[in-house]
């Protein structure tokens, strides 16, 4: 790992991502939006935060960071008299998990896929700092659902994608989609091989959320470039599954023409993706690295 690498992956990890994302996502103050039914989204600072506010149940997707998941917890408390039934983590980031202890003891019950305490685990180990101890308490390995209220709220893993532990989040009477981290919407994503990231596994997610809920539902997305925005349609899963599959082919024809790691990654943007983002904590040599040592080591 270089030095780049290594202080992005310190940052991300041990400071909760709170370098690289504060820049790009601070907002003074967080913002609500409805989308359907009860069913809605937060941004402040970090991953975007689903929420279900109804008369007889609120729950919560994410938890950014201490200090906005408060100010989210105490929104929501505005549109519902019910205590906070559940709190779900798409993955174990930091920018998604950080507000954890804001909602332990608080949230009666804690979701994730089986492998995010231990990926959380691994985080704690590898900071420097105290770390996040509030785990989820409940965890599941394919699929979890829960009746709330008069909405239904669905968890399934798909296999590797941005982590080894991503979930796809589903309201199904409102038909709202929370997809994690597994969209940067028209971004260059970060790709968490270490925590057993795949991109080849990635694309196949995709291709199969796509195909599996409704044409019309509305998909809710971790992180976004600010002129799209962080909500979209299948439309949008199609454009995160090409770049992924651009930067795969690009690596590959570098492999087989027979091209050095270095040469193929030497690459700021890829032509027919020149309106996404490309920040620099995590760059496309990144995720050209991250395909190139896919390709060749799997
Ligand atoms: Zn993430």
């Known amino acids: 790992m270089d030095r780049r690498q290594f202080l992005f992956h310190s940052s991300m990890l041990a400071a909760g991502a709170a ?9 003074n103050q967080g913002r609500f939006k409805t989308l359907r039914r009860n069913v809605g989204y937060f941004t402040e600072r970090g991953g975007t935060i689903g929420w279900l506010a109804s008369p007889d149940a609120m729950a919560v997707i994410d938890s950014q960071y201490p200090k906005t998941a408060k100010n989210c917890l105490n929104g929501l408390r505005d549109k519902t008299d019910q205590p906070l039934n559940l709190l779900i983590n798409t993955h174990h980031h930091g920018d998604h998990t950080g507000g954890n202890p804001i909602f332990k003891g608080v949230a009666e019950k804690m979701i994730a896929h089986d492998n995010v305490p231990k990926l959380m685990q691994k985080a704690n180990k590898e900071s420097e700092g105290e770390g996040n101890t509030a785990f989820p308490d409940t965890t599941y390995s394919e699929s979890w659902e829960m009746d709330l209220g008069d909405e239904t709220i669905h968890a399934k893993y798909y296999g590797p994608g941005h982590t080894s532990g991503d979930s796809v989040v589903y309201f199904e009477q409102a038909n709202v989609v929370h997809m994690g981290d597994l969209v940067f ?22 291709s199969a959320v ?10 809710i997305f971790g992180h976004a470039k600010p002129e799209y925005g962080v909500t979209g349609n299948k439309d949008d899963l199609g454009v995160m599954e090409n770049y992924l599959s651009a930067v795969l082919n690009y690596a590959q024809k570098g ?3 027979g091209l050095s790691k270095q040469e193929i990654t030497n690459k700021e943007t890829l032509e ?6 490309y920040a620099d904590f995590w760059t496309l040599s990144d995720n050209l690295g991250v395909a190139y040592e896919e390709l060749t080591q799997s």
């Open 19 to 27: 370098l690289p994302f504060k820049s790009l996502f601070a907002n």
């Open 185 to 206: 919407n028209r971004m260059n994503p970060y790709t968490d091989r270490p925590s057993g990231a795949s991109m080849r596994s990635w694309i196949k997610i995709l």
């Open 255 to 257: 492999i087989e023409q």
């Open 272 to 277: 027919e993706f020149d309106h996404f983002l």
């Open 210 to 219: 796509a195909d599996e809920y409704p044409s019309d539902a509305i998909y």
